[in-house]
Structures are given as C-alpha cells and as structure tokens.
C-alpha cells in the first residue's frame, strides 16, 4: 500500500485501467453495483453494475404504419400548404415562451380553415 490512503487514490486516477483494488480485491469483484473490466486492448468491456447491462445490449428502433395513408403526406409532390403548416408546428412545439406558440397555434389553425374553404368550393 502507498503511504496514505491519498496517495493511493492520487495514483488511481492517474491509471488508464477498467478497475482499481487499493487493498480489496474482493468488493469490486462481488459487487453486482461496481463496473469490472478492462480498456482499450485489455479485455471485451464490462461487467456488473449499469455499464455491464449496456455493453450486452444494442438500440434498435422499430416502426410500423400507424394511419393506413395511401401516400405519405411529405412524399414529393407536396402541397403548397405542408411548408407554412409544418414552420409553425416546430414553432408551437419547440419556440421560445408561451406568445410565439400561440401565434403560431393561430397560424395553424388559419392555414387548415383556408384549406376547408378551398375545399368547400
């Protein structure tokens, strides 16, 4: 052992290494909660704790038809409609403070009233 536990620790994070046992070889290998394993060369990742769960998994993303649409609505040609209408959804969904949504909530709500008139004629 280094002569103060300081020491040891000071040397600890200086090492580019999966694990580090000051004295205790047992609590890092029996602890379900503690990451063990190795970087860079040495060994195939980790085990234990949230880190070993992660390195056994892979992201996957799955989608399926939802609306039963004969097109989707982006597929070019688009309507001269779905750029404005689509501008202001980003903006009632993701702008800055309460008025600029609302605004833009309005704009929405325009746009699909001149589209029902249109359609009306």
């Known amino acids: 052992m280094p ?20 004295n205790d070889h047992l609590w890092p290998f029996f602890s379900p909660f503690a ?18 769960l992660l390195s056994m998994t892979t992201p996957k993303a799955v989608s399926f038809e939802r ?3 004969k097109r ?8 001269a409609w779905l750029y404005p209408f689509l501008r202001e959804l980003i903006e009632v969904l993701y702008g800055q403070g309460l008025l600029p ?14 589209l029902r008139r249109k359609a009306g004629k």
């Open 3 to 22: 002569a103060t536990p300081q020491r040891a620790l000071r040397m600890a994070r200086q090492l580019q290494v999966g694990s580090v046992a000051i």
């Open 35 to 52: 990451p063990w394993g190795g970087v860079k060369a040495s060994g195939v990742g980790f085990l234990g704790g949230e880190w070993g």
């Open 67 to 69: 609306l039963n649409l």
């Open 72 to 79: 989707e609505f982006y597929w070019y040609p688009v309507s």
């Open 101 to 114: 949504r609302l605004r833009s909530l309005g704009g929405m709500l325009n746009l699909m009233l001149s």
